[in-house]
């Protein structure tokens, strides 16, 4: 069982950065994959990017590569989200989450595959 928490949300300009943060509390954490999601109003949830268990890999949406960096502290239960360069169409809820299975050494893009979800933090980009 993992247990998730986003922070770091809130309201920035266009230009801008934000990093989110999602703790985890659960002894498997570091055995996971992690996906980060967002949500924008009347859309479907959609894949941002995702980090290995132990780091070693990551994979990003076309939409964020080069804008958005992912990576993850084990030691602190915690993966962030370094969000640099935001666009108003990076408005959305993000969702931290935690793929099904452990010690899997690809990153899943679909919904279906990550188990554990939190409750997500909203990201607004003004322009």
């Known amino acids: 069982q993992v247990q998730l928490v986003e922070s770091g949300g809130g309201l920035v300009q266009a230009g801008g950065s934000l990093r989110l943060s999602c703790a985890a509390s659960g002894r498997t954490f570091s055995r996971h994959t992690m996906g980060w999601f967002r949500q924008a109003p009347g859309q479907e949830r959609e894949f941002v990017g995702g980090i290995t268990w132990s780091g070693g890999s990551t994979d990003y949406a076309d939409s964020v590569k080069g804008q958005f960096t992912i990576s993850r502290d084990n030691a602190k239960n915690t993966v962030y989200l370094q969000m640099n360069s935001l666009k108003p169409e990076d408005t959305a809820v993000y969702y931290c989450?935690?793929?099904?299975?452990?010690?899997?050494?690809?990153?899943?893009?679909?919904?279906?595959?990550?188990?554990?979800w939190g409750q997500g933090t909203q990201v607004t980009v003004s322009s």
């Open positions: 989450a935690a793929d099904v299975r452990r010690l899997a050494f690809t990153i899943a893009r679909m919904t279906a595959n990550y188990e554990y």
